[in-house]
């Protein structure tokens, strides 16, 4: 089963430059989360403070009991080894074939043998459907073929957690299905926890089990999809419905004078938010159950009394794939 993340007050700054403060959640183990949030409100950053590839100044990242941010290079070093990343351009080596790509994290950070080395690589190529393009160069390959190598390199190390960063970036809408589809199922084949960053709508209402959302340098929200995808807070209105009414503007915020125009037109108000929701994506047939919907149903219930009531009609339903209806 996937591992637990731990974030705690976690505050990050460029120079003077304050990306976010006071970032406080947890991914559960071995359930998918996505962080929203407009250009530039630095999703990018958190995935990188997650991994101590970036300092935040305040606050702690608990990761199998060690601190990403304070904790020692050494044992920082050590439980990165627990994380698979997946970059938006699939970060690969552009000289190098797609197997001797998806082979370097085992060749750099393993002893294994040739052979043993090759099952692994065949056996994460095939998970992404990239088996027979092995010696392809990334430059010969589409964009959504990149990014399935990226995650197949992302998996072979066997990671507990796994950091997508816009995994539908360039994607057009059907790949951008094909790979939601395929996180939903790698999911259900390793049980791995994720997160993934995405300003993709559809992504955003058929993938996660849970969502966050980060705006003017705050953690807005964070919860079961159902807590956000039927919240009224006007910032997660307004961007989960794709419209210009509302806080973000074109440059992140809006001004006052434009705000107060909305108001005075009535326009300030994205639409209310749906009562019922699109399902999530099940794994493909053939595939065992996700692992992490008994724990997660669990979870939710356990939190039942806490959920805002439109966030409770919306998980009745979800959350009841057998028999009965939550109390
Ligand atoms: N190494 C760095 N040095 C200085 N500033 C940085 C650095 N990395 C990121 N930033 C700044 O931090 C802010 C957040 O960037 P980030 O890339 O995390 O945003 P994002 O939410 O991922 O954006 P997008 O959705 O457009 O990819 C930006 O203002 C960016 O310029």
Request: overall charge neutral; aromatic content about 4%; glycine content about 10%.
């Amino acid at each position: 089963m996937g591992i637990e993340v731990t974030v705690e007050g976690l505050t990050k700054s460029f120079g003077k430059q304050t990306v976010w403060q006071d970032v406080t959640l947890t991914l559960p183990p071995g359930e998918v989360s996505v962080m929203l949030g407009p250009s530039g409100t630095g999703k990018t950053v958190f995935l990188k403070s997650l991994i101590g590839l970036l300092k935040p100044e305040r606050g702690r990242v608990l990761v199998d009991g060690v601190d990403m941010v304070g904790g020692s290079e050494r044992d920082i070093y050590r439980t990165r080894k627990l994380f698979g990343l997946m970059f938006q351009d699939g970060a690969l080596f552009g000289s190098m074939n797609l197997f001797d790509n998806i082979a370097f994290p085992l060749r750099e950070h393993t002893r294994k043998k040739e052979s043993e080395i090759r099952r692994v690589v065949m056996e994460r190529m095939d998970m992404v459907g990239l088996l027979g393009s092995e010696a392809k160069l990334p430059g010969e390959i589409s964009g959504g073929m990149r990014k399935r190598a990226g995650l197949a390199r992302a998996l072979v190390l066997d990671p507990q957690i796994i950091l997508c960063d816009e995994p539908d970036s360039g994607l057009d809408p059907v790949r951008t299905s094909y790979i939601s589809q395929l996180l939903i199922d790698l999911n259900a084949q390793i049980d791995a926890t994720m997160l993934i960053v995405t300003h993709n709508l559809d992504i955003a209402a058929t993938v996660p089990d849970n969502m966050g959302m980060l705006f003017r340098r705050e953690l807005v929200a964070f919860g079961p999809r159902e807590v956000l995808l039927t919240s009224d807070i006007p910032v997660v209105r307004q961007f989960l419905s794709g419209r210009r009414e509302g806080p973000i503007g074109m440059a992140e915020e809006k001004d006052e004078a434009t705000l107060a125009a909305e108001q005075l037109a009535g326009t300030a108000t994205a639409p209310p938010p749906p009562t019922r929701l699109v399902p999530q994506l099940e794994p493909s047939p053939g595939l065992p159950p996700r692992q992490a919907v008994q724990r997660r149903r669990a979870r939710v219930l356990g939190m039942w009394d806490q959920l805002p009531a439109a966030a409770r009609t919306a998980a009745q339903t979800g959350l009841s794939p057998v028999q009965g209806e939550p109390a």
